[in-house]
């Protein structure tokens, strides 16, 4: 995923309640910075060996291998080779309790590492037929270790633990190579959440546009669906000096690909919430004096809600549909409906519950409300079977902008290890403030 977040204080009077920033609320449970403390060379080591030998979605052999021998170390046992390289393992605590599960991406991109870190990827791979450097630029070496050494933290104090947590280290989060299945869809399929019902799911993301020791939650929608299109606009071949010979696509098509900005702009309701149709590629003749047959394009659409989605798309088949005839030109257009990322949905119960244990990890005031990212995560497909918490932690170095900092997926993005430990802190202090039964914070009273 991508993220570019301004820093906003936490509006929300639900969600700051003051009465939850008391001096006795903000201290984070010892066992969490002892388990800090303990585990944090390790977490540091394990990153940094993920970061050097990054892999590619749905080739993350090495990972999952690392990630198993781990789990097998503190007497788990994992299971392996889930929709590909993926790998879980349930940890039984010694009391009973309720069920949560834990996840954990593990792939990398195809990006050619520019950092100049003296662990950095020299790692290649194949991608769409090319040789591409390959580099852990979204950051998720930093999740696969922060929940290996959640693990371990879980594993220690497990006789006193009310409750089961479930571990999922997942591939392929970035999309499966063409061609392929992968991700959280497909781990579900496979059964992960048939023979483990959680009663809530986390995860987090580290974030080069919040500086390291911040925290980003956001209740209720928090990152958006996205859905692919592509698009043909069909004409008649024809002499470029004779555009009345033929049928011209390329104008057809320019006239489409402008039409199709009004949808947002002109005929959706963004006060709602927001949404985004984009353009990425253009393809269509080969010389200057040839009107070609044909014009093909492909974009992206992100929306919020599923009725949105719908609407929007239904208007895009309706431009394409009848600018292209009035050009004469025919049109086709393919909307891919599988799903695969719907839109991450924070449960707004959950949320409030627990953002006091994310307040006693990182402080008060450095857990902030980012605003909707129109960027997209597959794990909205866990969220959607159990109530999900999905949280940003903040990696870009103190002195650096966090704004102007390279950004997830950039070849220079440079993660402060800081937030190995804020990670590591946060999801274990969720965790066990969820099983030991963290209330419900009363809610906000006016004013
Ligand atoms: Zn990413
Ligand atoms: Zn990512």
């Known amino acids: 995923m991508r993220v570019a977040l301004p820093i906003l204080p936490l509006l929300s009077a639900f969600l700051l309640c003051p009465a939850q920033a008391s001096a006795a609320d903000v201290a984070q ?3 969490v910075a002892a388990a800090a403390q303990q585990l944090q060379d390790k977490v540091l080591t394990w990153r940094r ?18 990630v198993a021998a781990h789990l097998r170390k503190l007497g788990l046992q994992p299971r392996t080779g889930v929709a590909h390289h993926g790998v879980t393992a349930v940890i039984k605590g010694g009391k009973p309790g309720p069920r949560v599960a834990l996840r954990a991406d593990m792939d990398a991109l195809p990006v050619t590492e520019q950092t100049g870190l003296p662990f950095a990827s020299k790692a290649t791979s194949t991608y769409r037929g090319e040789t591409v450097g390959v580099m852990h630029a979204c950051g998720h070496d930093a999740h696969t270790s922060i929940l290996m050494g959640v693990a371990e933290a879980l594993v220690a104090m497990r006789e006193d633990l009310p409750g089961e947590v479930l571990l999922v280290f997942q591939p392929a989060e970035e999309g499966p190579p063409d061609n392929e299945e992968g991700g959280a869809a497909m781990m579900l399929r496979q059964g992960i959440f048939r023979d483990f019902k959680p009663d809530a799911v986390f995860g987090l993301h580290v974030t080069s546009a919040l500086p390291v020791g911040h925290i980003g939650v956001r ?30 696509p390329i104008v057809a098509m320019a006239d489409v690909i402008g039409t199709a900005q ?7 309701d963004i006060s709602r919430l927001p949404a985004v149709v984009s353009f990425g590629a253009v393809k269509g ?23 949105m989605r719908d609407a929007i798309f239904a208007d895009l ?11 004469g030109a025919r049109a086709v257009l393919d909307i891919e409906r599988d799903d695969a990322y719907p839109a991450t949905i924070n449960n707004p119960e959950l949320t409030a519950r627990m953002l006091p244990s994310l307040q006693r990890v990182a402080g008060v005031g450095n857990v902030i409300e980012p605003p909707l990212q129109m960027a997209s995560e597959d794990f909205s497909q866990y969220a959607r079977q159990a109530p999900g918490l999905f949280f940003f932690v903040g990696s870009t170095a103190v002195g650096v902008d966090a704004e102007t900092a390279p950004s997830n997926h950039s070849p220079q993005f440079l993660l402060d290890e800081g937030a190995l430990d804020v990670g590591f802190r946060a999801l274990l202090q969720v965790t066990l403030d969820y099983l030991n039964g963290a209330p419900a914070p009363a809610p906000a009273t006016a004013g």
């Open 29 to 31: 449970r010892p066992e």
């Open 49 to 66: 060996d993920f970061h050097q030998h990054p892999e590619l979605s749905n080739r993350e052999e090495r990972t999952a291998a690392q």
């Open 219 to 248: 209740s209720g929608p928090l990152m958006a669906a996205s859905n692919r299109f592509s698009l043909r606009v069909i004409g008649r071949q024809t002499h470029g000096s004779r555009p009345w010979g033929g049928i011209d």
């Open 262 to 268: 009004t949808i947002v702009s002109r005929r959706t």
């Open 285 to 307: 003749g080969i010389r200057h004096n040839i009107i070609p047959d044909e014009v093909q394009a492909l974009g992206t659409l992100r929306t919020f809600d599923d009725g």
């Open 317 to 327: 088949a309706n431009v394409t549909e009848h600018v292209a005839a009035a050009h």
